[in-house]
């Protein structure tokens, strides 16, 4: 199945997400940059930066996110948390995408796994469907605002070199909801999880949807058990010589 580009249009978006500011593009290098540039002029929050195509997706430490045409969601949005849950926003990304995967994957037999793998990977049956990518702006000290990038994928041919890491909504039905509706879901679920950026609700049910909890994995360049998670965005880990060690946001692999 694929995802035809007349689908989406500037004034499709802005109907189905209104009253949402939208700048839409049917081919951009990267929508966070395009956001970043919006909210160094002032955009509100909940402003969205949408597009068909990304020829210079981003994911973490510059590393490449492919968004070829019409297969994927690619959005940015701007939103100005509180300084001190900033970390948070990846939470509200990862659970409004895996809310949006248990939408459209409802009636799929059988259901498939979605899971999060620390930090920022929504996965169907352990195959990365989604990234996040949060990006913060400050004047000094004073935090101006955040982008949220999130690439959701629904039909994307991957390179052999992401085969066997990468999947899509499309292998699990075939009964995608149009894609204006899935922009919508996942817009819907952002603003959900984002007014309760402080709650515990948010917290556990990102802890509760982690499947790198109870595993043994590689980060950082340490082996040992990912044993729990910290309010302020920490995983613990505990090697074999019983040392519990925090750690922030390093790529977890499976030893
Ligand atoms: C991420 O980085 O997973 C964050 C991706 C964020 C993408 C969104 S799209 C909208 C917004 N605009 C942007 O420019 N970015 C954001 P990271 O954890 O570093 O993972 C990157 C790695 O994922 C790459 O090195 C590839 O191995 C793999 N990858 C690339 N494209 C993929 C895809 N479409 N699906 C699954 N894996 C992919």
Redesign the pocket.
């Known amino acids: 199945m694929n995802f035809n580009k007349s689908a989406l249009s500037q004034a499709l978006l802005e109907q189905s997400l209104t009253p949402h500011p939208i700048r839409y593009f049917e081919a951009i290098?990267?929508?966070?940059?395009e956001a970043m540039a919006w909210l160094m002029q002032s955009a509100e929050t909940g402003s969205l930066v949408i597009?068909n195509q990304?020829t210079?997706?981003?994911?973490?430490?510059g590393?490449?996110?492919?968004?070829p045409p019409g297969a994927?969601l690619?959005?940015?949005i701007i939103l100005h948390p509180p300084v001190v849950y900033m970390h948070r926003l990846v939470w509200v990304g990862a659970l409004a995408v895996a809310d949006v995967c248990e939408m459209v994957l409802a009636d799929a037999a059988p259901m498939p796994h979605i899971g999060l793998k620390y930090p920022?990977?929504v996965q169907i049956n352990g195959l990365?469907?989604?990234?996040?990518?949060t990006e913060a702006a400050w004047k000094e000290t004073r935090l101006l605002g955040v982008v949220l990038?999130?690439?959701l994928?629904l039909a994307?041919e991957?390179p052999e070199?992401?085969q066997t890491?990468?999947?899509n909504l499309t292998a699990f039905t075939d009964a995608i909801p149009p894609i204006l509706d899935v922009y919508a879901r996942l817009v819907t679920q952002i603003l959900y999880w984002n007014e309760r950026i402080a709650s515990d609700e948010l917290f556990a049910t990102w802890k509760a949807r982690l499947t790198t909890l109870g595993q043994r994995v590689m980060v950082n360049g340490l082996t040992g058990m990912a044993t729990d998670v910290t309010q302020d965005g920490y995983l613990l880990l505990q090697t074999d010589d019983g040392t519990i060690h925090r750690i922030i946001v390093g790529?977890v692999l499976l030893p």
């Open positions: 290098g990267s929508t966070n940059d597009a990304q210079q997706g981003r994911g973490r430490l590393r490449p996110w492919i968004t994927a690619a959005l940015s920022n990977d990365k469907v989604s990234g996040i990518l990038g999130i690439g994928n994307v991957f070199e992401l890491k990468a999947t790529d």
